[in-house]
């Protein structure tokens, strides 16, 4: 099983739909979780860490499942804007490493 | 947040010639981060690059293909020795990881002919 696993999409959604994907790792001793975003030809920004409770910041909500080792990404009212890689990632606790998803494509289409 | 600048932002080199990558951050920090990302794949970590130390490697990156210097605290290089078309690639660096955030640099675009 692969450390980080997200589903590659690319996912075609009409604009002001609600979308979610989901993100599993399999260190279950895994401490951090993040959610980045990448633009084509662009560098990585973060886009939200990911808390036990779940944490929203706008149209965006992250949850975390420990028991189930996955994380997720809900986009509501999606804008064409949001069109993007979604990068999962974990930070596995060793020597702070980071492990990057592969990242799930979205196209926002108007 | 950390700016973070890198040169250069892209090249096209020959098979065989090596190319240094320069990382410079506007603010101090203790480690930075070098990253391959292929095409069409994630980012993979080549190397951690402390100051005053040698660099950290991971698994399937040697130091003499990707020799790493980091003269002081704001700033690092990246070398890509005797490149091949496989070497093809875009390398970012980072500064972090903290419980909150990594900043990348904007990557540099590399094709080997």
């Known amino acids: 099983r692969k450390e980080v696993e997200q589903d590659p999409g690319p996912f075609n959604v009409p604009e002001g739909a609600t979308v979610a994907f989901n993100c599993t790792y399999s260190n279950s001793a895994s401490q951090s979780f993040f959610w980045y975003r990448q633009d084509c030809r662009k560098e990585p920004k973060l886009l939200m860490s990911?808390?036990?409770s779940g944490n929203e910041d706008g149209r965006f909500t992250a949850q975390l499942n420990r028991a189930s080792q996955y994380i997720s990404l809900l986009i509501r009212d999606s804008k064409l804007s949001d069109s993007a890689t979604y990068l999962c990632v974990v930070n596995i606790g060793r020597d702070d490493k980071i492990i990057f998803g592969k990242g799930t494509r979205l196209h926002i289409l108007p | 947040s950390a700016v973070i600048s890198q040169k250069p932002s892209r090249d096209i080199c020959q098979r065989g010639t090596s190319l240094t990558i320069q990382c410079q951050v506007d603010?101090?920090?203790?480690?930075m981060f070098w990253y391959r990302q292929q095409p069409g794949q994630s980012l993979t970590l080549i190397a951690t690059?402390?100051?005053?130390?040698?660099?950290?490697?991971e698994s399937g990156f040697v130091i003499d293909k990707f020799p790493i210097s980091r003269p002081n605290l704001t700033f690092s290089t990246l070398t890509v020795s005797n490149m091949s078309p496989e070497d093809s690639s875009i390398y970012l660096c980072s500064v972090g990881p903290t419980e909150d955030t990594q900043y990348f640099g904007p990557g540099t675009r590399l094709t080997v002919l």
């Open positions: 603010s101090q920090v203790t480690m």
């Open positions: 990911v808390y036990s």
């Open positions: 690059a402390n100051q005053g130390s040698e660099a950290t490697y």
